[in-house]
């Protein structure tokens, strides 16, 4: 009863007092302990879009950040970051692992938005189904083409790229059969009622199907994309090293469409030809296209083994490697040829890690300007079956290796490349991106708490699932759900994103 009447006291003094001095000078009150229902103290505070970089206070109420102050703030409850960097959670625009243990895995290393554009899954609906009991972290998907492909011309449903149990197979007529005209037009009407669903734009696993899509079907989806401005993305199809003609074909049906394109890792498509690539993406902007991209910060490559460059091309000319350059992903084990041939036999829907991508790839690549860090990470379903290190270790990465260590990247350029380029990047389909990749009054409570001076992977080949050194803290529509480098169990502030291309009079 004392305490509901200290409370109650508390707030008739307050309005009394604010009711009977100016504005100006009411603002200057010391601010009470109920105003927050958290605050995050003495951290250094990065906001990559306004280049705030200074030890701030901030007040979280609701949700949102609702005062970011030079002084302190009082709150029932608080963080001290005394000695931490404070910055806008992470954003992985490239995830195929929306499941409990990817979700556990994936906030120990900062993300707070977790999405799969470059697959997607359609009906949207389905997408998240791991989490329908609850969600810590943000997610969302595009519209998938592949699936939508799958039940156009098979008659199956298989929503996304593993659903109730059943994974993809790629061995059906949509990843190697062309489509007739009249399935071209249902794959169009099913794209835009994905579109009108919420998906984040439109999936293309060109790559996966690099026989069976037509230039008229590629078209068709392009076209879609431009009419509704919903950002397409593309796995382009692979050449032999360094070949830019994937990227040629897609960055012209851009300038023809107008669609805003994204092109998926291409540091891991480009490799050796990394600048040559970039130096294409920067003459078509400036020309008045619209194209991001993203890389990784490991270096391998990570897929099915019955994907379609192991099985239909030269796969090892593509990559310039061999059998004894790939693992097999569940137990690490390194190849042979006869154990490939087994593993593809036996398991097709099996996982392999294949490693060919050289530093200085990675490195010219983050050093773009617009350059973004996703994870690409693989499912992950249970700890005793393995996945890639991605999972776990991705951002962290970054900060412990490119920043730190190698100085490759300044702090607030990797944060943005992290956060906000993602965040702006997806504004123009999903309104509520807008306030997320920021700190600044205003914005959603998604924050990382990191130490500087220790932040590394620890994630491997192998040993994919060892959580990352110095990520303290994180913070989801303003709950904590990390808490000094552990999960919590029980709190769940994770929204499904759904974009906002809605309107009916926009559809093709």
């Known amino acids: 009863m004392y305490q509901v009447q200290r409370v109650q006291v508390k707030v008739k003094i307050k309005r009394l007092i604010r009711g009977a001095l100016p504005c100006c000078l009411a603002l200057c009150l010391p601010v009470l302990a109920d105003d927050y229902d958290l605050v995050i103290a003495n951290g250094r505070v990065i906001d990559p879009e306004t280049g705030l970089d200074a030890k701030r206070y901030i007040g979280i109420r609701s949700g949102n950040i609702a005062r970011i102050s030079e002084g302190p703030l009082q709150a029932e409850r608080s963080i001290d ?6 910055a806008p959670g992470f954003i992985d625009v490239h995830s195929h692992t929306p499941t409990l ?28 189904e791991h989490f329908r009991g609850g969600a810590q972290l943000n997610y969302g998907s595009s519209v998938g083409h592949f699936a939508i492909r799958i039940k156009v011309m098979e008659g199956l449903d298989q929503p996304y790229i593993f659903y109730r149990g059943k994974v993809a197979s790629a061995d059906g007529d949509a990843w190697i059969k062309p489509a007739s005209a009249d399935q071209i037009e249902q794959m169009r009407a099913l794209v835009n009622t994905g579109l009108d669903e919420g998906g984040l734009g439109i999936g293309v696993l060109l790559d996966y199907m690099t026989a069976a899509v037509s230039d008229v079907e590629l078209r068709m989806l392009f076209q879609v994309a431009g009419t509704r401005q919903a950002p397409i993305f593309v796995h382009v199809r692979r050449g032999y090293p360094g070949d830019p003609a994937g990227l040629v074909e897609v960055i012209d049906l851009a300038r023809e469409t107008g669609a805003p394109l994204f092109v998926c ?8 030809g990394i600048s040559d690539w970039l130096a294409m993406i920067d003459r078509a902007n400036a020309e008045g296209a619209r194209i991001a991209t993203e890389t990784l910060s490991y270096a391998a490559g990570g897929t099915g083994i019955s994907a379609d460059v192991f099985r239909r091309r030269d796969w090892q000319k593509i990559f310039d490697i061999t059998y ?4 097999w992903v569940a137990t690490g084990e390194w190849l042979t040829k006869e154990t490939w041939e087994k593993y593809a036999r036996e398991q097709p829907e099996g996982m392999v890690n294949h490693h060919y991508v050289k530093e200085d790839w990675m490195v010219t690549g983050l050093k773009w300007p617009g350059m973004m860090v996703s994870t690409d990470a693989l499912p992950a379903m249970d700890r005793d079956i393995l996945a890639n290190p991605n999972i776990a270790g991705t951002f962290s990465r970054v900060l412990g290796h490119y920043v730190r260590d190698t100085g490759v990247l300044t702090l607030p350029e990797a944060l943005a490349r992290m956060s906000l380029l993602q965040a702006r990047w997806l504004e123009q389909v999903a309104p509520a991106f807008s306030r997320k990749g920021r700190l600044q009054e205003g914005a959603d409570a998604d924050i990382v708490i990191f130490d500087p001076e220790s932040v590394a992977a620890n994630a491997t080949y192998g040993d994919p699932y060892l ?23 029980g709190r769940y502030p994770g929204r499904k994103i759904l974009g906002a291309l809605t309107n009916q009079e926009n559809k093709e």
């Open 324 to 327: 004894e350059d790939v693992q």
């Open 467 to 489: 959580k990352p050194t110095g990520i303290e803290h994180v913070l989801v529509a303003g709950r904590p759900v990390v808490v000094y480098g552990e999960r919590i169990e």
């Open 81 to 86: 970051a005394s000695g931490l960097v404070v």
């Open 265 to 272: 890792h291409i540091t891991h498509n480009a490799m050796g």
């Open 101 to 128: 243990l990817g979700q556990h895995m994936n906030l120990l290393d900062g993300v707070t938005t977790q999405l799969d554009l470059e697959a997607g899954a359609y009906p949207i609906s389905a997408y998240g």
